[in-house]
């Protein structure tokens, strides 16, 4: 018998009630998978286990990194390798809980535009169980909603800006290098209360970068009587000839220099400075840009002789510390041509941070446990750290610094530990 279409219509609604009835009653819904992204992890399944976070097997754990590989700045690049070299070591030893540390880098340039795309990736495609160390202010900041909105734990971000850790953010620990706000306030005092400086030159990268030690010493002059700022300076990130900035400068007749800048800008404008006769004027360089003995090759070793930085580590091969000598040795091996100062340690040292906190988490990983597990440094010294500290309040991770100077091809401590308050704004100089 044929049937009529009202007939068919009528059959076709009743299978497809049927297939969506069968749908609902499925374990989990289609396209599932055994995390997510909206940082609500960590839950009890029906048989009393703990669901893993995103980027966790039994056996690996996925960690991602953002930053330049290649372009003017790929001098950052040192940063993944220092991580890498210490994963090598974890995982050579048994890894972490018996899971291996698998690092998924890429380059972004220094590009914002770039970054943005490859956090989308890191997250949504790579489902990386963290990011650690990713490069760049203006790059961290592009990307900010996309991580904090996942929910990725972001581990010491290499980036000392103010927007990451006040007020916390919940997934954001701490800055691979000095807060920038924290490092120019110290720097204005050393210059005021040690150099006797009055009269104060900035020159800034005129980005988020640059801009946040520039409001902090906006901020800080003022508490300082008889000290003013007498140049505020900016250039852009890329510019080789600074020419024009140290004229400003020498209009401007300064007792010290305060340089916000990356490496190689600080090397130009020195050199630029030193050509029209403004090389007896203290340089004081964020640490982002000076701890560097290449710097002695980019300026010209009797250029860059007296610049003086800060750093949160002393340098390799002034150090007896035990880490600093596993670090010597483990990144000798992997990367025998490469120098054992810059960036490198501090890829080193940010992967100890991580791998410490992996440890106390122990092996029901959730992104809920790692949290809590962070707040537990407690001005933590066994890495090459100084100190490494993080509370509810506290997302700062590092607030305690040495003041470096570059004497004959070395960057050597002339100072001891250096530690800022962020609740009070105080600074404490230790002999």
Request: hydrophobic residues 40%; aromatic residues 10%; proline residues 5%.
């Amino acid at each position: 018998m044929v049937k009529s279409k009202k007939q068919i219509l009528f059959l076709f609604v009743i299978s497809m009630v049927a297939i969506i009835a069968l749908a609902a009653c499925s374990d989990e819904p289609a396209g599932s998978n055994n995390s997510t992204n909206d940082g609500d992890q960590g839950e009890q399944t029906d048989t009393g286990s703990v669901e893993l976070a995103q980027g966790v097997t039994d056996s690996e754990i996925l960690v991602g990194h953002l930053g330049p590989q290649t372009g003017p700045v790929a001098v950052y690049d040192y940063i993944r390798k220092g991580i890498e070299s210490h994963f090598n070591y974890v995982n050579e030893n048994g890894g972490v809980h018996g899971r291996q540390l698998k690092l998924v880098a890429y380059d972004d340039q220094y590009q914002p535009s770039r970054t943005v795309q490859l956090a989308s990736r890191i997250v949504e495609e790579d489902k990386v169980f963290a990011t650690l160390g990713n490069v760049c202010t203006p790059c961290n900041t592009a990307a900010r909603n996309t991580f904090e909105n996942s929910g990725v734990p972001m581990v010491m971000v290499s980036t000392g800006a103010e927007e990451f850790v006040n007020p916390p953010i919940k997934n954001y620990f701490g800055s691979s290098i000095l807060n920038y706000r924290i490092e120019s306030r110290v720097f204005l005092d050393y210059a005021v209360n040690e150099l006797n400086a009055k009269n104060i030159g900035i020159v800034f990268q005129n980005d988020d970068y640059g801009k946040e030690g520039l409001v902090a010493l906006q901020d800080a002059v003022a508490s300082y009587d008889g000290v003013e700022i007498v140049a505020e300076i900016p250039y852009v990130s890329g510019d080789t000839d600074f020419s024009t900035q140290a004229q400003h400068l020498s209009q401007a007749s300064p007792d010290a220099v305060i340089m916000l800048a990356t490496p190689n800008p600080a090397a130009n404008l020195k050199r630029d400075m030193h050509r029209i006769g403004l090389s007896d004027i203290p340089y004081i360089v964020s640490s982002v840009g000076a701890n560097d003995r290449n710097l002695f090759n980019l300026a010209g070793e009797d250029i860059w002789e007296g610049t003086i930085s800060a750093a949160t580590f002393p340098m390799p091969d002034l150090s007896d510390d035990p880490s600093m000598a596993l670090y010597v040795e483990r990144y000798s091996k992997d990367y025998p041509s490469d120098p054992l100062d810059g960036f490198a340690p501090v890829g080193w040292a940010i992967a100890e941070v991580f791998v410490e906190a992996l440890e106390r988490t122990g092996p029901e990983l959730t992104w809920d446990s790692f949290f809590e597990s962070m707040y537990s440094f407690d001005n933590w010294a066994d890495s090459i750290y100084e100190g490494v500290t993080f509370s509810d309040e506290n997302h700062y991770g590092l607030t305690t610094m040495i003041l470096t100077e570059a004497k004959g091809g070395q960057i050597v401590p002339i100072s001891g530990a250096i530690t800022f308050d962020p609740a009070t704004g105080e600074i404490t100089y230790e002999d």
